[in-house]
Nanobody, 120 residues
Framework: QVNVVESGGGLVQPGGSLRLSCEAF????????MGWYRQFPGYTRELVARIHQSGTRSYDGSVAGRFTISRGDAKNTIYLDMTNLKPEDTAVYYC??????????????WGLGTQVTVSS
């Protein structure tokens, strides 16, 4: 069982910054990677940034150079530092946890999402 808790969304002006946080509370589960996705109204979720347990990071091209994904020392917490935010970044942001369960099955879990609104 994995519970995923996000925080840090809100309203910010264009050019501003926000930090999103995500913590995974897991038992009998080995995390392989964690990431942030976002969903625009009427569209499917899309990957924003992902960090593997090895430390390897990947970004969508639209946020590269503006967003930074990092993780805490315990490796069950990740952050998304968003700078130079644009109105087109407005979306619901979801944290994703990808890993292996107790019997070796690959599983993934989602948070409930946090709204980010970029507007003047």
């Amino acid at each position: 069982q994995v519970n995923v808790v996000e925080s840090g969304g809100g309203l910010v002006q264009p050019g501003g910054s926000l930090r999103l946080s995500c913590e995974a509370f897991a038992s009998a589960f080995s995390i392989v990677a964690m990431g942030w996705y976002r969903q625009f109204p009427g569209y499917t979720r899309e990957l924003v940034a992902r960090i593997h347990q090895s430390g390897t990071r990947s970004y969508d091209g639209s946020v590269a150079g503006r967003f930074t994904i990092s993780r805490g020392d315990a490796k069950n917490t990740i952050y998304l530092d968003m700078t130079n935010l644009k109105p087109e970044d407005t979306a619901v942001y979801y944290c994703n946890v990808d890993g292996v369960g107790a019997t070796g099955e690959r599983l993934e879990y989602w948070g409930l999402g946090t709204q980010v609104t970029v507007s003047s």
